[in-house]
């Protein structure tokens, strides 16, 4: 006998309908409950990245704050690399909205963003400023070319003797490397890899400094690249953190070292340390401004275009921050040691903020 498939009254099979569209309806409740919980979670800005622009970044957000009806974004100094690979981790109010930089994004960063779901990132270039190599007031001030620097800081550098090859660092003291210098023990405090400011002194110092040496300029590939770029680790460089404040606090109590920094914090501690010369030139503002100081970068900030819209006041801080009264020639944060942009510069910078631009490399 043949058997039957088992028949389900139409009154159970009705209350297992209701059941099953009532569960769908309290997933879908839950889901959109959790959602709306995340977008309401966090009604600030989030703001990671570079020390040097750190401080630009927290006048901001305080003129920020006082002027509008949003709340102040929170400001995060983790270096521009750190900083960045936090705003590329992906999308949500769980990841920074804005990523501070005092290097360009790199096309592998862009990439990583990309990968994590980042797909339109904006770049927001803010100013100019010098890296400057600043010691005591107490000390006297130095005079060094890029050639010198790299002496003192290079790993590796061409043997004294003269015979073509490259040995472990054997400058002990800055008299060591040139007769006019102070003799004393060469001690440089500066940022760690994570830092745009180390990536930015290594590209126009160290690389600079050793294309003077033709043993170096004779290696090729990997071999040239370390050479220039590897600092020495036997205590002459000593990584200091991204807190820029510490250097000059450090500074103050050793006058015989000498500190890495963005000149902001030159400019606004003069009462306590002064910047050393560069090549002939003393990292001033107007220097710093008209490219004569051969020590300077651009400032940069990122922002997620996909979180402009959900987290409130994206567009209003990027507004604020990139204002005639911030970042003009005669803007607050010009009091604060930031060169501005050209005004033509300065003014294809709105334009692409205001159509938040997508950045390309």
């Known amino acids: 006998m043949g058997k039957h498939p088992i028949r389900v009254p139409s009154v159970l099979r009705c209350r297992h309908a209701a059941l099953s569209a009532a569960s769908s309806l309290l997933v879908s409740a839950l889901v959109l409950g959790t959602t709306a919980h995340a977008q309401a979670a966090r009604d600030y800005i989030s703001v990671v990245g570079s020390s040097t622009v750190y401080p630009f970044a927290t006048v901001v957000a305080e003129q920020f704050g006082r002027g509008t009806q949003f709340r102040a974004?929170?400001?995060?100094?983790?270096?521009?690399?750190g900083g960045?690979?936090?705003?590329?981790?992906?999308?949500?109010?769980?990841?920074?909205?804005?990523?501070?930089?005092?290097?360009?994004?790199?096309?592998s960063e862009l990439a990583l963003c990309a990968r994590n779901g980042v797909a339109d990132v904006v770049e927001v270039k803010i100013g100019y400023d010098g890296i400057v190599l600043a010691n005591s007031n107490a000390a006297q001030r130095y005079s060094l070319t890029r050639e010198q620097i790299f002496l003192a800081l290079a790993k590796q550098v061409p043997d004294p003797a003269g015979n073509g090859s490259l040995v472990e660092n054997p400058y002990r003291q800055w008299a060591d490397i040139d007769a006019t210098l102070p003799a004393v023990d060469i001690e440089v405090l500066g940022p760690p890899p994570t830092s745009g400011t180390r990536d930015a002194f290594v590209e126009l110092v160290m690389d600079v400094g050793c294309s003077a040496f033709a043993e170096i300029e004779a290696l090729e590939g990997d071999s040239h690249q370390v050479a220039c770029q590897t600092l020495r680790e036997d205590g002459a460089f000593v990584e200091a953190g991204e807190n820029d404040n510490l250097i000059v606090q450090k500074l103050e109590a050793n006058p015989d070292a000498l500190g890495i920094f963005g000149y902001s914090f030159l400019d606004q501690n003069y009462d306590k340390v002064q910047g050393s010369s560069v090549d002939g030139v003393i990292p001033e503002f107007d220097a710093i401004a008209d490219g004569s100081y051969p020590v300077a970068r651009p400032l940069f900030f990122y922002v997620k275009k996909a979180h402009v819209g959900v987290i409130p006041g994206i567009e209003e801080y990027l507004g604020e921050f990139t204002s005639?009264?911030?970042?003009?020639?005669?803007?607050?944060?010009?009091?604060?040691?930031?060169?501005?942009?050209?005004?033509?510069?300065?003014?294809?910078?709105?334009?692409?903020?205001?159509?938040?631009?997508?950045?390309e490399l």
């Open 73 to 81: 974004p929170k400001i995060e100094s983790t270096g521009s690399g």
């Open 84 to 107: 960045i690979r936090l705003f590329c981790n992906g999308v949500g109010v769980e990841h920074p909205d804005v990523a501070n930089s005092s290097r360009r994004i790199r096309a």
């Open 324 to 359: 005639e009264a911030a970042s003009g020639d005669f803007g607050y944060l010009t009091d604060r040691g930031l060169i501005p942009l050209p005004e033509g510069e300065r003014n294809e910078v709105v334009a692409a903020v205001r159509t938040m631009s997508r950045l």
